[in-house]
């Protein structure tokens, strides 16, 4: 058997075990209607299974079939949920069953069925269709057999709004029913009736006596604006053209209206805040003698707000609203007088007011007289007295009067009870100051500082330290000082106190807590968490001391807080521990799906560059062949003839350095826009081929070279380089490298030509590559490219930046275990700034970030003297060597 049915057997059982209910059972099973509506309304109480309520249902439906109202009125009831708010479960959501039983009771006469069939269609709830006329019409009739007053201005309301129409006689009759409860004194019909007289409605015409004498007879017995009404636009409007007239307490709940500035009109717009407005309504009704509205006129007045600050003035209304008996202005008075503001000092006429106030039971006036007393302020110091004031504070529930008990008599269970009522007022709040923090709080905490100061610290003449908590062997040792039981509580209330201020003392709180939490105080350590967590420093060295006991020197349990209060602190201390590794986890999340975010944008980047720099290359990889061709069909024989064939021959043999530099540059940045990881893949796994340094190097050296030869950009550098430097030098060793290097196919083979043809025709470039530093890799592949980069960026910018005066040393070979490549040249002393700083922002920045993408690898470059130096060190680790 499922527990739905024992649960209506269980309910059942109950009912049969109780005489007088199981008599009920009998009637109602015979066709009682009554015993049948009884016997569905035990069953809906205890309706938490669907069984239960279907049971309830059935017998509620037994009654209604036989006319019983009730019963038709309560089933339509609790078969909508959208219109019951009663305590008990509703039993079904069937708009059929509600709309047919609520309409039957009506229909019969029941009054409070008329009203939810009214509202049924205002509101177009249960499958009723929305229709005001409708819903005017239920009004209406219930209206006619003594419906509620709540329900005629309802009827009134829809009429103001013209969303319906009903006989004047009608109106006539709804208004006078309404009229008749406001002379009875009924505060809705009083407001209702006041609205109409302001808009001049439903056959009133507009009077503004009438709308200021109703609302105010309203006002008048309530102390604030009731939530259930709002004014409008046109009740205020009449309000401040009648602004004297108006009584007051209503003078006094429109001053409230504009301070708060909460309040909605009728019509869904927001009353604004404002203070002048404000100030204006509660001066009038101070005025009038409403002490409410004088104690807050004084305190706009003392404040400065929607009026001038006038402490005279404030004094004025305090002192006005102090002779009526209101505590709150007798301790303000006091304050006033206390200090000298607004009205001449006097300790005397301030313990007066201060007096008074406490005499109503206003525990901040006893505590200010206790401190007054504890400071000798217009008395003698009299710290029994001020002990007195404090306790009496403190048993009201005052929180700086218990602080203030405690630091006066240092007992244990004053410190006991100050620190648990802190706790608690922190509970609900983050850390901070509260409301009742005053100026006294530095002289509290200095006095907190000596009691704990004055706790045991010595034992065998020497200060007792004792460790805070177990190590492991190997960590450092860390120490504390041991406070009493006194000192611990009072230690801990002086780092609560830190968090008082206006602007609260974190790091000093911390100290505190710190301290008290090693010597077994809990709360301390929640603090110390709550303080750890909100700076982000948090190391869980608290969790060793959050749940653990305090006893004294000899291993008894000391004097602790409450059982009940520390549940309540380690509840709130396993809140803080599981947002914090929630906040922790959240964190991680978020970061991971940052960086999943990065990281795909990255991937899409790549994805991009990857193709494009495939799309130029493919393009591009033709331009070195075809203009190879092209020189071969036309020949270098076009320099000898005339200036014209010169040029075309020049400018053809031009673009083939541009191509060989372009398709080397798309190859390399290919390389640099892939992840560092997937590079040294792809560099490990290129091992052998028919490549070698030799090749890479000749290939370097031509790209290089050209770029100089038909550049007209470097001609003077040219000049520089070339032993004889006329033009037709100039000429012929143009034409040698379009009859000899350009249709050259370098391989390993051939590398060898181009190093004769810059020896013959370039001596100014030495190349040297030591036997046991070459090595072999696949041509076109990973090394290949990035060694040609590498190698004629350094071979272009030696060529550019040397004076001509030193050999261009380039060198690969081995540095114990490492491989390196260096490029030397001589320069002019005054430019010795120059190469550095035009490598950094060209072709060097960008080779300097090729070599950070390998294992220890680096782009370095000095200039001492006229010599330049740069230098390519690649770690053996990259080549799957060991250690030499």
């Not at 409708?134 to 009827?155: F, H, I, P």
């Not at 590559?769 to 290949?784: G, L, V």
């Not at 090729?850 to 230098?871: D, F, N």
Request: proline letters at 2%.
């Amino acid at each position: 058997m499922d527990m739905h049915k024992q649960s209506l057997e269980a309910v059942t059982e109950n009912f049969m075990a109780d005489e007088a209910t199981r008599n009920l059972l009998r009637t109602a099973a015979i066709g009682d209607p009554d015993a049948q509506y009884h016997i569905g309304w035990d069953y809906a109480w205890q309706a938490w299974y669907d069984e239960v309520s279907e049971e309830a249902v059935r017998w509620l439906e037994l009654a209604a079939q036989q006319g019983h109202l009730q019963a038709q009125y309560d089933l339509a009831l609790f078969s909508c949920p959208a219109i019951y708010d009663g305590d008990l479960p509703w039993l079904q959501d069937d708009h059929e069953v509600t709309l047919h039983w609520m309409r039957a009771a009506a229909e019969s006469g029941h009054q409070e069925a008329m009203a939810r069939m009214a509202e049924l269609h205002e509101r177009g709830l249960a499958g009723a269709p929305k229709d005001l006329q409708e819903a005017a019409n239920w009004y209406l009739r219930q209206a006619k057999t003594g419906g509620s007053v709540y329900d005629l201005c309802s009827l009134l309301e829809l009429l103001k709004q013209q969303a319906c129409q009903i006989a004047q006689e009608d109106e006539t009759l709804v208004v006078d029913l309404v009229n008749k409860a406001a002379e009875e004194g009924n505060h809705y019909a009083e407001r209702t009736l006041g609205n109409l007289y302001a808009h001049g409605l439903i056959g009133l015409a507009a009077d503004d006596g009438l709308a200021v004498k109703w609302h105010s007879l309203a006002a008048a017995e309530e102390d604030e604006v009731p939530s259930y009404f709002a004014f409008d636009e046109k009740d205020i409007e009449v309000f401040r053209r009648n602004a004297e007239g108006c009584g007051a307490r209503l003078q006094r709940h429109l001053g409230q209206l504009f301070q708060k500035g909460e309040y909605l009109f009728r019509s869904g717009e927001r009353v604004e805040c404002d203070l002048f407005e404000a100030a204006r309504w509660y001066e009038l009704s101070a005025k009038h003698g409403d002490a409410d509205a004088q104690l807050r006129i004084a305190r706009m007045y003392d404040q400065g707000q929607g009026v001038s600050q006038d402490e005279k003035l404030a004094a004025r209304w305090y002192k006005k609203a102090a002779q009526q008996g209101l505590a709150t202005a007798q301790y303000a008075l006091g304050t006033m007088y206390d200090n000298g503001r607004g009205v001449p000092l006097s300790y005397r006429l301030a313990r007066s007011w201060f007096r008074l106030a406490a005499a109503q039971g206003d525990t901040t006036a006893d505590y200010q007289l206790g401190l007054n007393y504890l400071f000798g302020k217009g008395v003698r110091e009299n710290r029994k007295r001020a002990e007195t004031l404090f306790r009496h504070a403190s048993t009201g529930g005052h929180v700086l009067g218990t602080v203030a008990l405690a630091v006066v008599t240092a007992e244990t269970s004053d410190f006991i009870q100050a620190v648990e009522l802190l706790f608690q007022q922190h509970q609900g709040a983050s850390l901070g100051s509260m409301e009742d923090s005053i100026s006294q709080l530095e002289e509290f905490r200095k006095r907190l500082e000596e009691i704990a100061n004055r706790s045991p610290l010595t034992r065998n003449g020497r200060i007792w330290l004792e460790p805070n908590w177990d190590h492991s062997k190997d960590s450092p040792r860390s120490w504390c000082r041991n406070l009493s039981v006194t000192a611990r509580f009072a230690t801990t209330l002086r780092g609560i106190l830190y968090l008082l201020d206006d602007d609260p003392d974190e790091m000093q709180a911390s100290a505190c807590f710190n301290l008290a939490a090693k010597n077994g105080d809990r709360v301390a350590a929640y603090y110390w968490a709550h303080l750890d967590w909100h700076n982000g420093t948090s190391d869980m060295s608290f969790e060793k001391y959050a749940c653990s006991p305090s006893c004294d020197r000899d291993g008894k349990p000391e004097p602790d807080y409450s059982s009940e209060f520390l549940n309540s602190v380690e509840s709130r201390l396993s809140e803080l521990m599981r947002n914090f590794h929630e906040s922790q986890v959240k964190k991680q999340e978020a970061e991971d799906r940052r960086q999943a975010e990065i990281k795909a944008a990255e991937d899409e980047h790549k994805r991009t560059l990857s193709f494009l720099t495939h799309t130029l290359n493919n393009t591009l990889s033709t331009g070195p062949e075809t203009v190879r061709t092209v020189i071969d069909i036309l020949g270098s024989d076009l320099y000898d003839q005339g200036l014209e064939k010169y040029r075309a021959i020049n400018n053809m043999a031009s673009l083939f350095p541009v191509f060989l530099f372009v398709e080397s540059l798309l190859k390399t940045f290919k390389l640099y826009v892939s992840d560092p990881e997937q590079l040294r893949e792809k560099w490990d796994s290129d091992r052998s081929g028919d490549a070698s340094i030799a090749l890479v190097l000749a290939m370097a050296l031509r790209q290089s070279v050209a770029r100089f030869v038909f550049s007209s950009n470097h001609l003077t550098q040219l000049r520089r380089l070339l032993p004889s430097q006329d033009k037709e030098a100039i000429k012929n060793i143009r034409k040698s490298f379009v009859d000899e290097m350009i249709p050259l196919e370098i391989s390993v083979e051939t590398a060898g030509r181009v190093f004769d043809w810059i020896k013959l025709h370039f001596g100014m470039l030495q190349v040297e590559i030591d036997a046991d530093a070459e090595m072999h890799f696949s041509r076109n592949a990973t090394r290949h490219m990035f060694f040609f980069a590498a190698f004629s960026e350094l071979v272009y910018n030696a060529l550019k930046y040397t004076d001509g005066e030193q050999p261009i040393q380039l060198r690969w070979y081995r540095d114990g275990s490492d491989y390196c490549f260096t490029c030397v040249n001589s320069f002019p002393v005054e430019m010795r700034v120059r190469p550095a700083q035009e490598g950094a922002n060209s072709g060097l920045f960008f080779i300097e970030k090729l070599m950070s993408m390998l294992r220890e690898s680096t782009l370095s470059y000095t200039h001492e003297g006229g010599e330049y130096r740069a230098s390519l060190r690649f770690d053996h680790n990259n080549f799957g060597e060991p250690d030499a």
